[in-house]
């Protein structure tokens, strides 16, 4: 082998480096269409079978890609709507439940939303009890009728009359028969 200039040898690598470069499994293709746009006329049968047959495909499998994306966000869409129909549902049973259970009336209800907004709770039930607890509550009727409770007993009139003496030493021989036949009176006379 003649020697070289240096021109000539690395012409010669370069030409043995494309080479490989073409052949390449992986680069081929994209060195080979690199080299068409710097050179048009360069002729490369499988890049022109490609170009008529693989890039209709191409472009057909992006159309399907497309479509496919488009229904997964509409399906994402109706999902999440759907989920949110059935989460508006359930709050809307849950609350009906505590109206029915506490008895609430509308203005009741927005003060268990409210609880729920102020503490970020979604629990309508603990708020609906918290609600309940601090709604002021009436004080029972008195109970009518003779109120025979102990601050309301009256000892005088008790030892009062003719026969109070004959109470009083009763009532330090024997203060439970005392207290019984006290009672028996007071039922007695309740009734």
Excluded: C
Excluded at 3 to 23: C, H, M, N
Excluded at 65 to 77: N, P, Y
Excluded at 100 to 124: I, Q, W
Excluded at 136 to 147: F, I, W
């Amino acid at each position: 082998m003649p020697d070289l200039t240096y021109e000539e040898a690395v012409a010669r690598k370069s030409v043995e480096t494309l080479a490989k470069l073409l052949k390449h499994p992986k680069h081929a293709t994209a060195i080979k269409r690199a080299i068409r746009e710097v050179e048009p006329n360069a002729n490369f049968p499988e890049l022109d079978a490609e170009d008529q047959f693989v890039a209709p495909m191409r472009t057909e499998l992006q159309g399907v890609r497309d479509q496919v994306a488009s229904l997964g966000e509409k399906m994402e869409k109706f999902l999440q709507a759907s989920t949110d129909r059935d989460a508006e549902n359930a709050l809307a049973s849950d609350f009906s439940a505590v109206q029915k259970k506490y008895g609430f009336t509308e203005g009741g209800l927005r003060k268990v939303m409210e609880r729920m907004r102020d503490k970020n709770n979604p629990d309508v039930e603990a708020a609906a009890a918290f609600v309940n607890e601090s709604i002021p509550r009436a004080r029972p009727a008195a109970a009518t009728g003779t109120d025979h409770l102990p601050q309301n007993f009256d000892l005088k009139r008790m030892f009062a009359g003719d026969d109070a003496d004959a109470k009083a030493q009763s009532v330090t021989k024997d203060p439970w028969a005392f207290f019984d036949a006290e009672v028996r009176d007071v039922l007695d006379n309740a009734a």
